[in-house]
């Protein structure tokens, strides 16, 4: 292996890019899960979103002069089951917002008190809306550090007023923190009014009291499936739905939809892992092609130390234990590899890759079996020579 340098830095690129590309695709993998799981646990996996409408329901009820909708009502009565840890209805749409000569197209969500403590929505500044400004239907409006930044740069935002829709409403809060959130929008751009003022000055529903959607959340340590079904049996006797029919909303379930991603995102890991495997392999037929040429070279050396006295399995270890190390040795610099390629990508900021232990020990262990395995053919054919074959094979 010394005596011939460049070409074992060759049989060891092979393995060297294929153990890189199987930490780090293993490492991103393992990652993406953890940001799915992180960012789903932001999102809360007990909630629930009711919206008007079913699947059949919609088109039936409209033939038969009924219009699927939810009202504050609904709210109001799915707020009191004993499997909810709480109700909140919403009223949104995309208005203009103003403040002098700054303006800007954004999304106005009209909700209750209750949505803050659901959806774990904390004010940085100022403080949130109460019952009583619902029931006043007070013109008051809680935003996002985005769009604090954007209308009041380096004020204080409190007290001051945006127009919407060429309303003016008070800022009586800045929201904390930012991040995707279940409906696509970002927190930090968030625009948030009482629900009756939305109602009152914003959104035109064709029957006063409707609302887009309904915003529910599962007690902790409860049975989402008991909360739904508490939610299925309200909303069919509020709207008085019979046997026979079909729903007229439908019931999204979060925990779904986490698991249904934490599922793709476990395939994808190990379709990443599969790829590098796959580099790996192309990485150890490189090694069984150089050992057999290395064989052929070696013939007379190989005729000679059997003749002195080497027995066949002295020969096959001796092979296979260049495979393994320069398996090894390839395997320890594709882990260095790898290891600079995630702190590179971590460093973007855009993505968090960190190489854990147990794809290290997995590709340290798949590197060895790759040596024993594509090294043994060589080693055993070597081991089988017959010595006078050896000595007169130049």
Request: charged content about 20%; glycine content about 10%; some cysteine.
């Amino acid at each position: 292996m010394m005596a011939n340098r460049l070409r074992t830095l060759l049989t060891m690129l092979g393995i060297i890019i294929g153990i890189t590309s199987v930490v780090l695709l293993l490492a991103v993998g393992d990652s993406m899960k953890r940001f799915i799981a992180k960012e789903l646990e932001q999102l809360g996996t007990n909630m629930l979103f009711v919206s008007p409408g079913g699947d059949r329901a919609q088109q039936q009820r409209l033939r038969n002069g009924a219009q699927p909708a939810l009202t504050l009502r609904d709210a109001d009565a799915l707020n009191q089951l004993p499997s909810l840890a709480g109700a909140a209805p919403v009223l949104q749409g995309g208005f203009n917002l103003a403040v002098g000569n700054e303006n800007a197209s954004k999304t106005v969500h009209g909700v209750t008190p209750a949505m803050f403590k659901i959806r774990g929505w904390k004010v940085d500044k100022g403080s949130a809306f109460s019952d009583a400004d619902v029931r006043a239907a007070a013109r008051m409006v809680v935003i996002g550090r985005k769009i604090a930044d954007q209308f009041f740069y380096k004020q204080d935002p409190l007290g001051k007023y945006i127009r919407i829709e060429n309303v003016s409403f008070q800022v009586v809060g800045v929201l904390y923190g930012e991040g995707k959130q279940v409906d696509g929008g970002d927190l930090s751009e968030y625009v948030v009014v009482p629900i009756t003022a939305a109602a009152a000055n914003l959104v035109k529903m064709q029957f006063p009291g409707n609302v887009h959607y309904v915003v529910a959340q599962g007690k902790s340590g409860g049975n989402l499936q008991d909360a739904i079904q508490d939610i299925n049996e309200t909303l069919r006797d509020r709207h008085h739905i019979k046997l026979d029919q079909p729903d007229d909303f439908h019931i999204d379930n979060l925990a779904s939809f986490a698991e249904t991603a934490q599922k793709i995102s476990a395939g994808l890991a190990a379709l990443l892992g599969l790829i590098g495997a796959i580099s790996l392999i192309v990485g150890g037929i490189g090694i069984m092609n150089i050992m057999l040429v290395s064989v052929t070279e070696r013939t007379r050396e190989i005729g000679i130390r059997m003749a002195i006295g080497a027995k066949p399995r002295d020969v096959l270890l001796q092979f296979l234990t260049e495979a393994v190390v320069i398996c090894l040795v390839g395997g320890i610099f594709g882990i260095m590899m790898a290891t600079g390629a995630a702190a590179g990508i971590t460093a973007t900021g855009k993505f968090d890759v960190f190489i854990t232990l147990q794809a290290v020990v997995v590709a340290c262990g798949f590197s060895s079996l790759v040596g024993v395995f594509f090294g043994f053919y060589p080693a055993r054919r070597a081991s089988k020579l017959l010595p006078v074959d050896c000595l007169r094979y130049e």
